[in-house]
């Protein structure tokens, strides 16, 4: 049996955790069964090497920015970003035109194209950078989803093999393999992307559903959630913990029970609303009697939300100028870099709105992390109650008040200490999740 493990481009900027999902499953399997496992659509030089985007910080204003921003500039940038939209609108329509008349003879082109075109590998590497925009405005199209999966698929591809995806609709109806769809999260129901609808996502996962041999969810909680959404996909989900991609070694340490001022704490997370950044900041700047603490924000900027980096900037100043706390914005780091901000932090504080998974939690507590968290079903799941100071994130006077419960723990070394390891050690092995995985394809071959 062989497994191709597509899509990793269309998982990038907010989407990390699909990212980090398929990129422990492929690390996995390469351990197992190197010679039936392909990655398509991606370089492993690109997936183990990651590009830092370059970041711009929080920290730091440009004085000058504002005399450069002529009339022409800012009239071009308004046009463009509306250009963008009818574009994207166009082709959505289009590809859904497509997908009713066109479907079947479109099938057949593609395939007879795979088969006779010379330039084929010249067509995928073309196209190997442009996943995540065919996925961004024809993501409700079978038919481009079908073409470029034809593209990267070899010519000689054997039957009953596995399409392992995280892109919903990257299935034909035509085919002679099999889809295996990972699904994250249902964030994208609460918190839609600021450049997609919530309808035309909604289409996307109905597509998803419809199109996949089995389901894989990396919780129960989006489990549960996606079947009282659509109960006809319960016969196709599995449950499937996964694992963080990078190396961890979990360096026994020392709680830091000492109370060494500023208080070191660091959050984890891409910068967008979901995360809820601004509730760390409130709590900081409203709750009476911390000690001294300095703050490091540890992640991308995926949003392009101004008025949500205004926010962010406004809270910080007012920190700065009000309390004795320190707010650092790091921006997105290595895989190494992180680590060493985990060691170096008392605690590890991550209150989203909502998550799909626990992977950030798990690598902090690898590190030996104490961690103040969002009292969310998901976090339950993983996290024993004991160990971890619950919070709820509407509330920035609950995360106060954990903050405060936290730091006097820390100063009378009563803090409460990380998962044992043994519990930790199958959710940071890539080859245990590729296992488990393997094992739920083998049996939907069996069912099937």
Known sequence: MNYFVFGFEAANGSRRGIYQVLKSLYQGMKEIAPEHVQLIFAESDSIFNEKDISYKSLNTKNKSSKYRKTFLKRVKGFLLRHLKKIIGIALRNSAALLDVIFLSFLDSLVTWFIANNPYTSQIRKMLQQKIHLCNWALGNSRV?????????????????????????????????????????????????????????????????????????????????????????????????????????????????????????????????????????????????????????????????NKNFHKTLRNLTDQVHTSTSHSVIFAGRVSAEEKCKYLQQSAAFIYVPFMEGGALPIIEAQLAGCPTLISDLPVFREFIDAENSYFVDPNKPSSIGAALQRLCTDLKNGRCAPPMDSHRLAPLASPTRFAKEVMAALAAADLKS
């Open 144 to 304: 481009i989803s079908s073409i470029i999966i034809s593209l990267s698929l070899p010519a000689d591809f054997q039957e009953k093999s596995w399409l392992i995806c995280s892109s919903p609709t990257m299935a034909s109806r035509q085919r002679n393999y099999r889809i295996a769809t990972f699904i994250h999260d249902l964030i994208l129901l609460d918190f839609p992307a600021y450049d997609e609808s919530r309808s035309a996502w909604l289409r996307r996962l109905n597509c998803s559903c419809q199109n996949s041999d089995i389901i894989i969810c990396v919780s129960h909680t989006t489990a549960k959630r996606l079947i009282s959404y659509n109960p006809l996909v319960k016969t196709k989900i599995n449950v499937i913990y996964s694992s963080i991609s990078e190396v961890q070694v979990h360096h026994a340490r020392e709680l830091q029970s000492r109370y060494l001022l500023p208080i070191s704490f660091c959050s984890i997370g891409s910068i967008e609303p979901r995360k809820n950044w601004p509730g760390i900041l409130q709590a900081l700047l409203n709750t009476d009697g911390l000690p001294p603490i300095q703050f490091t924000f540890v992640g991308g900027e995926p949003t392009i």
